[in-house]
């Protein structure tokens, strides 16, 4: 993983961030949407080191995962591509090494194995899992896919005999009538389960910047996050159009003296083009893991990003651990 956070684009259509400009379709790759007209903009800020996952090199070197379904030898094996939208799902899938076995050998990254992410391609449901592996290598988590319409779901893992973590995605479709929504606008605070997050800091194209997330409840800053999966937060960030993913850890981590635990958690990245985000911040409080949903417009390189006005309409977001 690279010090350097560079956030990768992201089929968000998550990413942050992670279709079709959400649309229907079901190709792996894609343009990434136009950026949206300005609705105004945050300072800049500079930016820190940082950790991320990706996949193989895109544009401008920066890493962006999720976009194949092979890679590196892996390839990602959903048992049923095809569900019905009934909510609670059991999902199981493997990881198919370069003989066609099934890989029983990872190397832990944060507290696990193998981090799965289940966004919908119109970017308005997101969850964010931990299966469980058998002994023959197949996992399994239960899923809640409640709507129909198409998903991307993105495998983040590292073999135990390589030193680079890799970003599988493949396509799951759930039956049924679909009508994707317009991509959610949230601006710059959002609340989630009693607490709000507001978010300080700007995408640019090309250029690295800071992104800042301070994180209250009742009008008080939350000073006492817990750790979860060994740090303070964690950042799926996709761009619109093509869901290309890249997961991002804040620098720092609890215990090391100097990363305090809130309110605010803190990332560095890089758009590595204008177009539309969406981020999704993982934190936990008091026992429990909530996500804020926020969607962000890089500007072209030089220029910055912009936050479209909020909208009413509400985001879905799951854990299961």
Known sequence: MNTALKVAVFASGLAVAFGAAFGVGHAVGGTPA????????????????????????????????????????????LDRPVVPAAGPTELSFRVLAADGKPLTAYRPAHEKELHLIIASRDLTSFQHLHPVRAADGTWSVPANIAKAGDYRVFADFTPAAGDEALTLGADLHAGGDYQPAALPETGRSVTVDGYTVTLTGDLTAGKASKLAFAVS???????????????????????????????????????????KPGPEVDFAATAPTAGDYRLFLDFQHAGTVHTAVFTLTAGA???????????????????HH
Request: proline content about 10%; hydrophobic content about 30%; glycine content about 18%.
């Open 301 to 319: 390189d030089g220029a910055p990003a912009t936050t479209p006005a909020p909208s009413p309409t509400p985001s879905e977001s799951a854990h």
């Open 217 to 259: 409840k009742d009008g008080r800053p939350v000073a006492d996050l817990d750790p979860y999966l060994a740090a303070y937060g964690h950042l799926v960030v996709l761009r619109a159009g093509d869901l290309g993913y890249l997961h991002v850890h804040p620098n720092g981590e609890p215990g090391d003296g100097v990363t």
């Open 34 to 77: 136009a950026p949206r007209a300005a609705h105004g903009a945050d300072g800049n800020h500079g930016a820190a080191g940082h950790e991320e996952h990706g996949g193989s090199a895109g544009k401008d070197d920066h890493p962006v995962g999720g976009l194949q379904i092979s890679e590196g030898g892996y390839t990602l094996s």
